[in-house]
């Protein structure tokens, strides 16, 4: 009888392993974007309410739950806006499953899905020409944990931009 239950077990395990693989695959986990994407009196988006975003700029958000674990610097402004994001666009699209949804000289907009579950972050980059810096913000649309996804992205894309 144990050893029923324990093959049984085996089996539901793997259904429920196959069965969210599919969904994924069929873009049943890929989430909506956020409204109020871009650029609003200088700011991005605040950051989520939960720990799977980073924002260079959680510092504008006075009292968001997330303010402290949001933190990440702005990545360097080398040239004009235009020519930033130009650069920055180029970068980005050599990364994998990356998709540019939005370019202005001083605004990209980028999504990235994930490669087997087909979870998507929204990424967006934005000319900060008074701070003489690129602010920020890059979230995942669903769950409440990235395990620190968006942040490895945003410091490799500063990596590679240092590179440059």
């Given at each position: ?5 324990s093959?049984w077990l085996?089996v539901?395990?793997v259904?429920?392993a196959?069965?969210?693989l599919a ?8 989430g909506q ?5 871009g ?5 991005l988006?605040a ?6 975003s980073?924002?260079s ?6 009292g968001h739950?997330?303010?402290q674990?949001?933190?990440?610097e702005p990545?360097?402004l080398r040239g ?23 370019q202005r000289d ?16 929204d990424a ?12 920020v913000r ?6 409440r944990?990235?395990?620190?996804v968006?942040?490895?992205r945003?410091?490799r894309?500063r990596a590679?931009l240092?590179?440059?």
């Amino acid at each position: 009888m144990p050893g029923t239950l324990s093959k049984w077990l085996v089996v539901a395990l793997v259904a429920v392993a196959v069965l969210v693989l599919a969904a994924g695959q069929f873009g049943l986990l890929q989430g909506q974007a956020p409204a109020g994407l871009g650029v609003r009196n200088g700011r991005l988006l605040a950051p989520s309410p939960t720990p799977n975003s980073v924002s260079s700029q959680a510092a504008l958000h006075a009292g968001h739950p997330m303010q402290q674990a949001a933190m990440i610097e702005p990545l360097p402004l080398r040239g004009d806006a235009r020519s930033a994001i130009a650069r920055l666009r180029a970068l980005i699209e050599r990364l994998p499953r990356a998709v540019v949804v939005e370019q202005r000289d001083d605004y990209l907009y980028v999504r990235f899905t994930s490669r087997w579950l087909r979870f998507v972050d929204d990424a967006e980059f934005w000319v900060d020409c008074d701070a003489a810096v690129i602010q920020v913000r890059s979230a995942s649309r669903i769950g409440r944990r990235d395990f620190g996804v968006n942040r490895a992205r945003v410091e490799r894309i500063r990596a590679l931009l240092d590179d440059r």
